[in-house]
């Protein structure tokens, strides 16, 4: 059985599949409005032009999947980036695949936001559909709308007979 | 003294000044992620393509004003929307002006997201820098990049020789 390691998630080991959205990965910080406001700067570029695309700011709330969860497929965005911010704080689980060929085994890897992470995937970055650790955990989604297929998804091959997972304490 | 009454914010209220982000107001919702996943698909526009503009992902942390609020100011963006969506659901105070004159103190009007909800300031709205009700609260900002001048400030003028201000129990 393969079961994929659970890194933690960090701006140099995601920089492969995209961006970590915090406060320590803006590309400025500086104070506005009266010296009340940080504003951490341009942390994530939103990369959806492609072919008529737009920006589009939409909610996604996520159910849990049971443990261990199974990893049989992974989806990727041709047209655009797609980005992930948890709304209450919560942690969540990350999967993605390097190299642009359906997936193999080794080329996965599996992140743990801390809550106060969220994550951009750059454009045609193989990813596993959201991962949620919790009931009713809503996401604000920063993706693209416009013509065109914005969706390729692919099934996993099984290792020795057997479906990868994912798996914690 | 002119105090500003503070309405509950929907997005009824709130259409000539932009576009509220709660799942109560997406264009369509549905399931995705093999049943997982609710989608509230499309919010809100990001619309900050004028002039060579792009969207970027960055986060604000606020800090409260004394008490009562003075709105001495006003700013607009006559070159792109702007996106708050509070990160830990916790509730802020919005005020904008209707026009694109200099706002007159009748013009003005305040509102309170019950925490849930996220506000996107349309291209060239007059509003008030970010007002929030926590230490350290921090909002996610969807605006823009790129060349030209983005950011126009304008002085409110006195009522009766005051400040307007803003007040609550």
Redesign the interface.
């Given at each position: 059985m393969m079961q994929l390691p659970i890194e933690y998630l960090t701006p140099e080991a995601f920089a492969p599949f995209g961006e970590v959205?915090?406060?320590d990965t803006?590309r400025d910080t500086y104070k506005?409005?009266?010296g009340?406001?940080?504003?951490?700067?341009?942390?994530?570029?939103?990369d959806?032009?492609d072919e008529g695309g737009?920006?589009?700011?939409?909610?996604?709330?996520?159910?849990?999947?049971p443990k261990p969860i199974e990893i049989k497929m992974m989806e990727r965005h041709p047209l655009g980036s797609q980005?992930f911010?948890?709304?209450?704080?919560q942690k969540f689980l990350i999967v993605v695949a390097s190299g642009t060929e359906t997936p193999k085994p080794e080329d996965l890897r599996a992140f743990l936001s801390d809550g106060t992470q969220?994550v951009?995937y750059a454009k045609n970055v193989w990813h596993h559909?959201?991962l949620v650790l919790e009931e009713d955990s809503?996401f604000?989604?920063?993706d693209r709308?416009g013509p065109g297929n914005n969706l390729n998804e692919v099934e996993l091959p099984l290792v020795d007979g057997e479906v990868i997972t994912l798996d914690w304490a």
């Open positions: 959205i915090s406060t803006a506005i409005n009266q009340t406001t940080t504003r951490f700067h341009d942390i994530s570029r939103v959806v032009g737009a920006p589009i700011i939409s909610i996604f709330r996520g159910t849990p999947r980005a911010i948890p709304l209450a704080g969220g951009t559909p959201l809503d604000l989604i920063v709308t």
